[in-house]
């Protein structure tokens, strides 16, 4: 793996046509996978550095992570998985914050459902919601519609384009799907046997 | 009924609960490092925790009785420390039960911990948790059925301890006689029908336990 | 849920060694004096109104745990070797080693068995399968019962159909539940039910010295004393003979 790239604000999206090559970066910048030699740093603060060397771990690195496979809490209620990293917070000012967080979702309704009896669509807007609630300062999203049908694929885009808006911080999104790219790329990097081929707007 | 001593049925039942309760804690501590910790040595550890499960009890016991014993190091500093000798006490016959019952938790507790999705792991770090909130809010409340199953098969395996209990604690009727040994010692008297309430009774109480405990573990709504 | 667990378990009483009353013995001794002991501490409790709790079991258990500091107070052994074993190391109170009996050997067998034997003679009956008797290795029946068929001259003819029990006990047990055709057992137990039994004259074997001590680290070593003078005394006496004991100084 040989990147080196400037993330700005807005939605980067990561394109590749192998398979889980695309993911790396997003998993160290996370700290989830650790490299030998490189530098990851974020809005000026230094996460990772090979030379010094620093490493942050997991939990410092406050940024949202939504993961191929969901991965929401499965003995946690839906409530309970989006106030999960709002430990820190006293518990009226994280149960605002996670209403909030639903409510840009639209799933408040869900607060008390368990994730096992949600639609995929529905789960997808959890895991989003869980992710973003702490603030992060960066948003990471591996493949995250890919197994969503056509019509909830556009509802969470325009969502995500939503919040885009909303919120200035940089989001790496992962995908295979050239429609998703063109549909939600400000940015785009396309990938090609660990490497960046080519950087640019989207046509 | 008047003529059965419920000494025995009431230690064994004290002995197993605290036994196993030992068993447990010190069975999802263990199943922790070896899950979630890197180092090395680490398959020689679970080896020497199983080796009890494979030891005949007569040699175990027999070890134990040396090592814990009134002559040895530890039982001259148990003594100074306690005032009183370990071997042929109760505390000897909690001992003998959890070491038995030990091997147990661990390799259930292990493997459920094994068995929890890392990625899991991972997103409850990418939302701030610490390796504790972690183990306390995901890893281990996924583990919850395995945690069950192993204390059940820790409570039976130390309400059922006889060669190393006999050994170490001794056949004292009234002070560290446990049902299994109490039930031996009748059957070696020829009072066998004092035997067979004992082990009525014992069979009942540790049926009546079980189902219990298996309620409990069962999904709502099942 | 775990919650509910530790609350569950959180009726359970920590249980602390408390001092033994004075007025209290615990005699560690063989198994096969289960029958004969209990009668005689149900006297001996009258008389002196103490309690004595008795730990019954393998005589080489009980040495070995005695060695590790058991704390009981008499040591009923079944033969002389053991007691001589824990003089060696200090353990025995001095001058409080005795030979309170001599235990005779008997041959069991359940009431319904097809094959009654009378005598050693008719342990060479090819009908009969099996024999049992306690391990020679260890066990002072056993050692008398190998004894008695060698000098008889049919220790070749019947090997083969002996079976060995870890300790009297056991042996009785072999032949209580039909898995052996006659056992070799203490007389002192064979009284128990559901069985016919021949006693072996004691002409055939080595002496059964059974003795027994006081142990040094006992506290009730007044209490032991009195024990020890009236298992040889008169009540006691009575009772071992009851039980086929031959006592020191009555043939």
Same mark, same amino acid.
């Given at each position: 793996?040989?990147?080196?790239?400037?993330?700005?604000?807005?939605?980067?999206?990561?394109?590749?046509?192998?398979?889980?090559?695309?993911? %790396?970066?997003?998993?160290?910048?996370?700290?989830?996978?650790?490299?030998?030699?490189?530098?990851?740093? @974020?809005?000026?603060?230094?996460?990772?550095?090979?030379?010094?060397?620093?490493?942050?771990?997991?939990?410092?690195?406050?940024?949202?992570?939504?993961?191929?496979?969901?991965?929401?809490?499965?003995?946690?209620?839906?409530?309970?998985?989006?106030?999960?990293?709002?430990?820190?917070?006293?518990?009226?000012?994280?149960?605002?914050?996670?209403?909030?967080?639903?409510?840009?979702?639209?799933?408040?309704?869900?607060?008390?459902?368990?994730?096992?009896?949600?639609?995929?669509?529905?789960?997808?807007?959890?895991?989003?919601?869980?992710?973003?609630?702490?603030?992060?300062?960066?948003?990471?999203?591996?493949?995250?519609?890919?197994?969503?049908?056509?019509?909830?694929?556009? =509802?969470?885009?325009?969502?995500?384009?939503?919040?885009?808006?909303? !919120?200035?911080?940089?989001?790496?999104?992962?995908?295979?799907?050239?429609?998703?790219?063109?549909?939600?790329?400000?940015?785009?990097?396309?990938?090609?046997?660990?490497?960046?081929?080519?950087?640019?707007?989207?046509? | 009924?008047?003529?059965?001593?419920?000494?025995?049925?009431?230690?064994?039942?004290?002995?197993?609960?605290?036994?196993?309760?030992?068993?447990?804690?010190?069975?999802?501590?263990?199943?922790? @490092?070896?899950?979630?910790?890197?180092?090395?040595?680490?398959?020689?550890?679970?080896?020497?925790?199983?080796?009890?499960?494979?030891?005949?009890?007569?040699?175990?016991?027999?070890?134990?009785?040396?090592?814990?014993?009134?002559?040895?190091?530890?039982?001259?500093? $148990? #003594?100074?420390?306690?005032?009183?000798?370990?071997? $042929?006490?109760?505390?000897?016959?909690?001992?003998?039960?959890?070491?038995?019952?030990?091997?147990?938790?661990?390799?259930?507790?292990?493997?459920?911990?094994?068995?929890?999705?890392?990625?899991?792991?991972?997103?409850?770090?990418?939302?701030?948790?610490?390796?504790?909130? %972690? $183990?306390?809010?995901?890893?281990?409340?996924?583990?919850?059925?395995?945690?069950?199953?192993?204390?059940?098969?820790?409570?039976?395996?130390?309400?059922?301890?006889?060669?190393?209990?006999?050994?170490?604690?001794?056949?004292?009727?009234?002070?560290?006689?446990?049902?299994?040994?109490?039930?031996?010692?009748?059957?070696?008297?020829?009072?066998?029908?004092?035997?067979?309430?004992?082990?009525?009774?014992?069979?009942?109480?540790?049926?009546?336990?079980?189902?219990?405990?298996?309620?409990?573990?069962?999904?709502?709504?099942? | 849920?775990?919650?509910?667990?530790?609350?569950?378990?959180?009726?359970?009483?920590?249980?602390?060694?408390?001092?033994?009353?004075?007025?209290?013995?615990?005699?560690?001794?063989?198994?096969?004096?289960?029958?004969? $002991?209990?009668?005689?501490?149900?006297?001996?409790?009258?008389?002196?109104?103490?309690?004595?709790?008795?730990?019954?079991?393998? =005589?080489?258990?009980?040495?070995?745990?005695?060695?590790?500091?058991?704390?009981?107070?008499?040591?009923?052994?079944?033969?002389?070797?053991?007691?001589?074993?824990?003089?060696?190391?200090?353990?025995?109170?001095?001058?409080?080693?005795?030979?309170?009996?001599?235990? !005779?050997?008997?041959?069991?067998?359940?009431?319904?068995?097809?094959?009654?034997?009378?005598?050693?003679?008719?342990?060479?009956?090819? =009908?009969?399968?099996?024999?049992?008797?306690?391990?020679?290795?260890?066990?002072?029946?056993?050692?008398?019962?190998?004894?008695?068929?060698?000098?008889?001259?049919?220790?070749?003819?019947?090997?083969?159909?002996?079976?060995?029990? #870890?300790?009297?006990?056991?042996?009785?047990?072999?032949?209580?539940?039909?898995? @052996?055709?006659?056992?070799?057992?203490?007389? =002192?137990?064979?009284?128990?039910?559901?069985?016919?039994?021949?006693?072996?004259?004691?002409?055939?074997?080595?002496?059964?010295?059974?003795?027994?001590?006081?142990?040094?680290?006992?506290?009730?070593?007044?209490?032991?004393?009195?024990?020890?003078?009236?298992?040889?005394?008169?009540?006691?006496?009575?009772?071992?003979?009851?039980?086929?004991?031959?006592?020191?100084?009555?043939?």
């Amino acid at each position: 793996m040989d990147v080196s790239f400037q993330v700005m604000t807005g939605i980067t999206i990561l394109f590749g046509q192998s398979g889980s090559v695309e993911t %790396l970066p997003l998993k160290m910048v996370a700290g989830i996978d650790i490299r030998d030699r490189g530098l990851i740093s @974020v809005n000026g603060e230094c996460l990772f550095d090979s030379k010094q060397p620093i490493c942050a771990p997991i939990r410092m690195r406050n940024v949202g992570y939504v993961f191929q496979n969901l991965a929401l809490f499965p003995h946690f209620t839906v409530l309970q998985n989006v106030t999960y990293g709002l430990h820190r917070l006293s518990k009226a000012n994280g149960l605002k914050r996670a209403g909030k967080a639903l409510e840009d979702f639209q799933i408040e309704g869900l607060a008390d459902r368990m994730p096992e009896s949600l639609s995929g669509g529905e789960q997808q807007r959890v895991a989003l919601a869980r992710a973003l609630v702490t603030e992060p300062r960066v948003l990471l999203l591996d493949e995250p519609l890919s197994a969503l049908d056509m019509r909830t694929k556009r =509802s969470i885009i325009a969502d995500l384009n939503r919040i885009n808006q909303k !919120r200035q911080i940089p989001i790496l999104y992962v995908t295979h799907d050239r429609a998703e790219a063109l549909a939600l790329g400000e940015h785009l990097l396309l990938l090609e046997a660990g490497k960046v081929v080519a950087e640019g707007q989207p046509i | 009924m008047s003529s059965v001593d419920w000494f025995p049925i009431q230690l064994s039942f004290q002995v197993a609960f605290i036994a196993s309760g030992i068993a447990l804690l010190m069975g999802i501590f263990l199943a922790w @490092v070896l899950a979630r910790l890197k180092f090395l040595g680490k398959e020689w550890i679970d080896a020497a925790i199983t080796l009890p499960l494979v030891l005949p009890p007569t040699v175990l016991g027999y070890y134990l009785l040396v090592v814990l014993g009134q002559r040895s190091p530890l039982g001259k500093l $148990f #003594e100074r420390l306690f005032g009183f000798q370990l071997t $042929f006490t109760p505390l000897a016959a909690i001992i003998a039960a959890t070491i038995h019952a030990l091997p147990l938790t661990v390799k259930s507790v292990r493997a459920a911990f094994e068995e929890v999705d890392p990625i899991l792991e991972n997103v409850a770090r990418t939302l701030g948790a610490t390796e504790l909130r %972690l $183990f306390l809010t995901i890893t281990l409340p996924l583990s919850r059925r395995a945690i069950l199953a192993a204390t059940v098969l820790a409570f039976a395996r130390a309400l059922g301890d006889f060669g190393v209990t006999i050994m170490i604690a001794g056949n004292i009727p009234g002070k560290t006689q446990t049902a299994s040994v109490a039930i031996y010692d009748a059957v070696q008297a020829g009072r066998d029908n004092e035997a067979l309430w004992l082990v009525v009774i014992i069979s009942i109480l540790s049926v009546i336990i079980l189902y219990t405990t298996n309620k409990l573990g069962k999904p709502r709504g099942i | 849920m775990l919650a509910g667990c530790f609350k569950y378990w959180g009726l359970v009483l920590i249980l602390s060694c408390s001092p033994k009353p004075s007025s209290s013995l615990t005699i560690a001794a063989a198994s096969d004096l289960t029958d004969v $002991f209990t009668d005689i501490s149900k006297k001996f409790e009258e008389t002196y109104k103490a309690r004595v709790t008795f730990s019954f079991g393998s =005589s080489g258990l009980l040495a070995r745990q005695i060695e590790e500091g058991a704390p009981f107070d008499v040591f009923v052994a079944a033969n002389q070797g053991f007691i001589q074993r824990l003089e060696k190391k200090n353990l025995v109170l001095p001058g409080s080693a005795t030979i309170y009996a001599q235990g !005779r050997l008997a041959l069991w067998q359940r009431k319904d068995t097809l094959l009654p034997v009378k005598g050693l003679n008719d342990l060479a009956n090819p =009908s009969l399968k099996r024999i049992a008797i306690a391990n020679p290795e260890h066990a002072p029946y056993g050692m008398a019962a190998k004894q008695a068929l060698q000098q008889a001259g049919l220790w070749e003819s019947v090997k083969d159909k002996i079976v060995f029990g #870890e300790n009297v006990v056991q042996t009785l047990q072999f032949a209580q539940t039909g898995n @052996v055709d006659v056992a070799f057992v203490a007389l =002192s137990i064979s009284y128990r039910p559901g069985g016919r039994y021949v006693t072996v004259d004691a002409k055939w074997h080595q002496p059964i010295n059974q003795a027994l001590c006081v142990l040094h680290r006992s506290k009730n070593k007044v209490l032991a004393s009195q024990f020890v003078a009236f298992l040889n005394g008169p009540s006691g006496r009575t009772v071992m003979k009851q039980y086929g004991f031959i006592v020191p100084g009555e043939p």
